[in-house]
């Protein structure tokens, strides 16, 4: 959150993500789902950052719910859009627990960023309850589906 992370353009080409492992991809979705229910979750939400991370979460159920494989042409471009959103959200309010944890499983154990979040995500069930259930019921099946 500075002037130098402003940008003047965003490119949002679900063509870019067609051959990203499907590991990577997961990951990244989910640092977008667990930005947005944290900011849900914490006490310095707002209608802006409310908003961006309703519409993100949604758009992530569809996608790693949904019928379709989460890599479809659609749900790619899904992705994108709640990848944003997801962003946008987060810089309207603050991370919460996950983040941080997820930060120093980085510095210290040169986790990537993303991965760290769902290592950090599978403790939270007294932090984020409302959350915890829907996370752990996606990341089970969506990495193994062909």
């Not at 989910?30 to 006490?43: F, K, P, Q, R, V």
Request: aromatic share 12%.
């Amino acid at each position: 959150n500075s002037d130098f992370t402003v940008y003047d353009k965003i490119y949002l080409d679900p063509k870019l993500t067609e051959t990203v492992p499907r590991d990577q991809y997961f990951y990244t979705a989910m640092d977008a789902y667990i930005h947005c229910m944290e900011s849900l979750s914490g006490i310095y939400r707002n209608p802006v950052g409310d908003a961006f991370s309703n519409q993100c979460i949604e758009l992530c159920r569809e996608i790693f719910l949904g019928e379709q494989d989460m890599m479809s042409d659609e749900n790619r471009a899904k992705l994108m859009v709640a990848s944003y959103l997801g962003g946008v959200a987060i810089a309207a309010s603050y991370v919460g627990i996950v983040h941080p944890l997820s930060a120093g499983l980085s510095v210290v154990f040169g986790t990537h960023h993303c991965v760290g979040n769902c290592i950090v995500m599978r403790a939270m069930s007294d932090h984020y309850s409302a959350y915890f259930d829907e996370y752990t019921c996606s990341t089970t099946e969506l990495l193994h589906r062909p």
